[in-house]
């Protein structure tokens, strides 16, 4: 997520922010990536996503150094349900 935060970062997540609303474009999230479960990840939250059978509950999540980030460009749309929390602050 280089330059928003930088390896050892320690952040502030919210994990209730999603549990009656959906992310807002823009907003960084707290994820499990969808290929590799027991991997948490920071992304992007960029916009809602149909996927393949189902017309809700995925996003599409981009980190901010594109050249160096393994996104949904990489493993697709993330369920909603791998949304953890949302970022609200670096400590």
Known sequence: MEPTLAPGDRVWVDRRAYGDRE????EIVLM???DQPDQVLIKRAIAPSASPGDSSGFWIVLGD???ASTDSRHFGPVPRSHLLGQVVSRL
Do not use: C, D, F, K
């Open 32 to 34: 499990r990536r969808p």
């Open 23 to 26: 992310p807002e474009p823009g």
């Open 65 to 67: 150094n594109a050249a």
